[in-house]
């Protein structure tokens, strides 16, 4: 515990919980890891492994949050916004479509990657690696560097924000 404490805590952290429910993730990850131990295979990855069941551990305390946290009325306000007129909705369409179009010139496997990270409900990097093929730690830099390819596009269409 000693040797892999800042590896847990600093996972933690990372989700901006707050303080109660940040030692609830910290004590879960722990307690998975003492259910767990017989499946370590692998001893140098207990690091990785670790990490992984924090950010799980975290992500189910936000999804928890979520569910309890919502008020009756807030169903209302998941409705359509009666301020945006039609005009707004067809624009949103078509920009919607015009980034479907864009996404269809790259790769399959950057396609792939931007459906996993950002059409889908979010996975853990961890299982974004298994279905798409892509290691955990190359999935940061294949994401920049489709977002930056996707960025170009726009530039080249003039459909950028001018700073």
Known sequence: MHRYRGVVIGKVRSFGLQDADAHDA???TWLRL???CHRILLPEQLAGWLATTASRECLRI???QAQHSAPPHAAIEQLADPS???EQHAIDADTARLLRSL????????QMLLRELFFDSPRPYTEVARNTGIPAGGIGPT????????????DERGLTPRS
């Open 34 to 36: 003492a259910e767990n």
């Open 103 to 110: 996404i269809a010139t790259l790769s399959p496997r950057r």
């Open 62 to 64: 936000l999804r928890q």
């Open 143 to 154: 994401r920049a560097r489709a977002l930056t390819q996707l960025r170009r596009r726009l």
């Open 84 to 86: 945006t007129g039609p």
């Open 26 to 28: 910290v004590q879960m």
